[in-house]
């Protein structure tokens, strides 16, 4: 039962590319009405002695016209080929099982701080207790990703020097498990700010070769947070920033730390302004949780998704089905008729030997 139900939804999942082809199903109906049939013509010799030869040979004379009839067989071959035939070209097809198409249409790079000012403890958590800069980060990156969804997420982690944490992957998962292990102790001390964005650039121009051909290219965007000015990069900022525009990277950087703050751990307000308009970004200031979610947020609507997700049910065409069996059942119609005929050709040799010996018993017995 269960298998006659899926013949069933198959037939009714089947469509027709080219149904106007059932058009010629009563061609073969018309021209057995109104075409005559082929009759072949052979050349015959008159002798004015015709009935001594009958005699002589022993065969009585038949109608010489005839007029071949097919087998109820045949005839059922010819006519459920036709069918088979007619229905191939009109190519059936199957629906398959409905599939998502996703398509990725943004790779966001999030470039952390870790220098050794994020582990100051001037932030508050969701429950009010005080944590740490990177672990507000934490948080706030983790609500982030979940309004990314389509997007390809990477990280890079900086301070004394730059390394990359996680390359572009659309598992969001995996990008927060990563997240949640990083550490101030990881990087070193100083912020190599400058060097940050540099191998950001690098790693979007390794994506490239990646993305497919004849599609629109994903946009670049970076979000860099920071909470100290650049301590000695090989890259000035700035001088990253437009090589970032020249190569398409948007780039929206987030201040942390307080603008009143001196030394190292003071922020250059100014050099993080200029990183955002060079690139075609945005700059933020947060000087507390609520401060860096509302930056994400603006960052957000800035960036709107661009996932689409498309439906669709494959087809596969099963007209080569179709003729096979066609094919199959002509070779066991023609196999058939080849031993029908070699039973009747042998009956009739062993009748023609039959009656010229009993022909030649009744010469000996007169």
Do not use: C
Not at 96 to 101: D, F, K, T, Y
Not at 345 to 352: E, F, I, L, Y
Request: hydrophobic share 45%.
């Amino acid at each position: 039962m269960n298998e006659f139900l899926s013949v069933l939804a198959t037939v009714s999942n089947a469509e027709f590319e080219h149904p106007w082809w059932f058009l010629v199903l009563p061609l073969p109906v018309l021209i057995y009405y109104f075409v005559p049939a082929y009759r072949t013509k052979q050349t015959a010799i008159k002798v004015p002695f015709f009935s001594q030869l009958v005699n002589a040979i022993g065969e009585p004379p038949k109608q010489g016209a005839s007029q071949l009839s097919p087998s109820w067989w045949q005839r059922a071959t010819l006519i459920l080929s036709w069918l088979l035939i007619v229905t191939a070209m009109a190519k059936p097809t199957i629906l398959g099982p409905p599939q998502v198409r996703e398509s990725l249409g943004r790779d966001v790079m999030v470039v952390v701080d870790l220098s050794g000012s994020m582990a100051e403890q001037d932030f508050m958590s969701k429950a009010g207790a005080k944590i740490s800069r990177l672990d507000a980060v934490k948080e706030v990156l983790t609500d982030f990703v979940k309004t990314r969804q389509g997007d390809r997420l990477g990280l890079i982690l900086f301070g004394d020097a730059a390394f990359v944490q996680t390359p572009f992957t659309s598992d969001q998962q995996v990008w927060l498990d990563l997240l949640t292990q990083t550490d101030v102790a990881m990087a070193g001390q100083s912020t190599h700010l400058g060097d940050a964005i540099g191998l950001a650039i690098k790693v979007f121009d390794q994506s490239e070769p990646l993305e497919v051909e004849g599609k629109n290219k994903r946009e670049k965007l970076a979000i860099v947070l920071t909470d100290g000015n650049d301590t000695g990069s090989f890259v000035e900022p700035i001088d990253a920033a437009k090589v970032a525009k020249a190569k398409g990277v948007r780039i929206h950087v987030i201040a942390m730390g307080n603008p009143k703050t001196v030394g190292e751990t003071a922020l250059d307000t100014d050099t993080i302004e200029r990183i955002a308009k060079e690139s075609g970004g945005e700059a933020f200031e947060a000087l507390n949780r609520d401060e860096l979610a509302k930056a994400y947020a603006q960052i957000g609507e800035l960036e709107p998704q661009l996932y689409e997700s498309t439906a669709y049910r494959p087809k596969q065409s099963i007209h080569q089905y179709l003729m096979a069996w066609v094919v199959i059942m002509y070779l066991m119609a023609f196999s058939l008729a080849t031993l029908r005929r070699k039973q009747v050709m042998a009956k009739r040799s062993v009748s023609s030997r039959q009656d010229k010996e009993s022909k030649v018993a009744g010469e000996k017995h007169v």
